[in-house]
């Protein structure tokens, strides 16, 4: 007699089925999130591109890079002499990445906007009440191009006002008092040139990302970078960081752990985008000397950054 033939799977096949499956998952997911955050650290380096692109379009017309912002100064509002409500350096690049539409919005009689309530204050003028005049720029400030934001980056906050880039003011600490000879690319009401970077475009930090909220504490991820305004805390640069309980800036580089140091959501680094306007991924396991020299236009450092180490 023959024996039937089987049409089904036993139970303990199909278990092991589910086991060999489970384990092919779990060993490409790793491989799909790479690629994920690949393509996504790619896409920042995009931004980044086309932010020094227009940096340099900006020169060509202006002779200069844009400033980290401009304004008055007015020591009766915010902390210490920086005046809150500046106008940052997205608006000048901004007809430079089509987006005059936006940058005609901007009334630069007025302060930038931001929804905490502690950047609402008069005027630069100081000639309107209280919010009446960040309501002017409420729209633009809100409304930030995609290509100011990192993909990489956990979005907890409102969409359009804020940015994961900031300017590179160097290795001084030019909002305290709130200075105008920075030795970096951008501080306030700067007119820096490619002259004036004698340590080479391509030696000297433009733009760095700097996240939008702070992750050094995971309790209180506040918000550290709007699109437009600017104050004490919140104005769009970027040293190589600082401790608040320490008199001099720190010796060491690790992404996102001191006061305005470089940050992002990417494994082990950071994207830069250079003065010569080329875009690289920064390791945060850099040498802290050429780290901290390629902050510094005109420092006469031998060493730099080399980024293939």
Request: some cysteine.
């Amino acid at each position: 007699m023959k024996t039937p033939s089987r049409t089904a799977f036993t139970l303990v096949e199909l278990l092991v089925v589910i086991a060999i499956t489970g384990i092919l998952i779990a060993m490409l997911l790793p491989a799909v999130q790479q690629v994920r955050e690949a393509a996504r650290r790619t896409s920042c380096l995009n931004n980044m591109r086309q932010l020094a692109l227009s940096a340099h379009l900006f020169h060509d017309s202006n002779r200069r890079f844009p400033p980290s912002a401009v304004g008055g100064e007015d020591k009766s509002i915010g902390f210490g002499p920086a005046r809150g409500g500046y106008i940052t350096w997205p608006t000048f690049l901004l007809p430079f990445l089509d987006q005059e539409q936006l940058a005609n919005k901007i009334d630069f009689n007025y302060s930038a906007y931001v929804s905490d309530a502690t950047g609402q204050h008069d005027s630069l003028s100081g000639e309107h009440p209280s919010n009446v005049s960040d309501q002017v720029n409420k729209f633009a400030s809100t409304h930030a191009p995609p290509l100011f934001s990192c993909p990489s980056v956990a979005k907890r906050f409102e969409q359009g006002e804020h940015k994961d880039y900031a300017i590179n003011v160097g290795g001084q600490l030019p909002w305290y008092p709130f200075n105008r000879d920075g030795n970096g690319m951008g501080f306030l009401d700067s007119h820096i040139g490619i002259k004036e970077v004698k340590d080479g475009t391509s030696n000297t930090f433009l733009f760095l990302e700097r996240k939008r909220y702070d992750g050094r504490n995971p309790k209180n991820n506040t918000r550290v970078n709007p699109f437009l305004w600017s104050s004490f805390k919140h104005n769009g640069q970027v040293l190589y960081g600082y401790k608040a309980d320490e008199p001099d800036i720190i010796a060491t580089f690790r992404v996102g752990k001191h006061w305005r140091a470089p940050s992002s959501d990417h494994s082990e680094g950071v994207n830069v985008a250079m003065c010569d306007g080329s875009t690289r991924f920064l390791s945060d396991a850099v040498t802290f000397i050429p780290y901290r020299a390629t902050f510094t236009r005109s420092g006469g450092e031998v060493k730099v950054v080399q980024f293939g180490d």
